[in-house]
């Protein structure tokens, strides 16, 4: 099975940077997601690692790194629409389309 | 174009009651997903279809969970004599094939059983 782990809560404050991390642990792994929710909108895609490195899409980056179960979700000049929980999500070793995902964290921007 | 659509958006009922809760996924996709999300938690896999097929039901959390796609379009997740604790939402997924990088999320249903 999956087991995915990552904080909470964070809070940071608007225009600075802010970094969530995401560990799991797999029996097979066959790539890792973000996902941003809004407070009751559905989860919007936001990237996808299979390789590891960094992978930059505007003011989001995501890292992987496979040997260590680990990634995360960098976040620079944070505005106050990107309050929200992030999920991390890992594609299941067992089925290509199966995602199991963590139980998100909830960032809060202040002004 | 149109995304994923999900109807009731919201859906009270009373325990031991039937549920139907629909998802129209985006056209042309192959591959449609239902996932149950409780507050402060991440989506819960239920199910996923791949055409009219259901190609993984592993996540369905027993047999009062049933779920169809007759034509490989729209789906419909049913649920039998409803318990407090199924209230959650459940979210409707779709991608253009089984596997592929992106699933784009429906609304959702706010499921609460009285």
């Known amino acids: 099975g999956q087991n995915i782990d990552q904080p909470t809560e964070m809070t940071a404050t608007e225009g600075a940077i802010v970094q969530i991390n995401c560990t799991y642990q797999t029996s097979g792994f066959n790539g890792l997601f973000w996902y941003q929710q809004h407070a009751g909108e559905a989860p919007t895609f936001l990237s996808y690692n299979v390789l590891d490195g960094l992978e930059e899409k505007g003011r989001f980056s995501s890292f992987l790194s496979r040997s260590k179960g680990y990634s995360y979700l960098l976040l620079k000049e944070l505005q106050m629409k990107d309050s929200a929980s992030y999920l991390c999500?890992?594609?299941?070793?067992?089925?290509?389309?199966?995602?199991?995902f963590g139980s998100g964290t909830r960032l809060s921007i202040r002004p | 174009g149109a995304g994923v659509s999900q109807t009731p958006s919201n859906k009270v009922t009373e325990k031991g009651k039937y549920v139907e809760l629909r998802c129209d996924p985006i056209s042309g996709h192959t591959a449609l997903y239902w996932y149950r999300q409780s507050l402060g938690q991440g989506p819960e896999f239920l199910i996923y279809f791949q055409g009219t097929g259901a190609a993984d039901d592993s996540g369905l959390p027993n047999d009062r969970f049933f779920a169809v796609r007759p034509e490989g379009s729209v789906s419909t997740l049913k649920i039998q004599r409803t318990e407090r604790g199924d209230s959650a939402v459940y979210l409707c997924a779709s991608s253009q094939e089984a596997g592929a990088d992106t699933q784009y999320f429906g609304p959702g249903t706010r499921l609460t059983v009285l």
């Open positions: 999500a890992v594609r299941d070793h067992s089925s290509a389309s199966k995602i199991i």
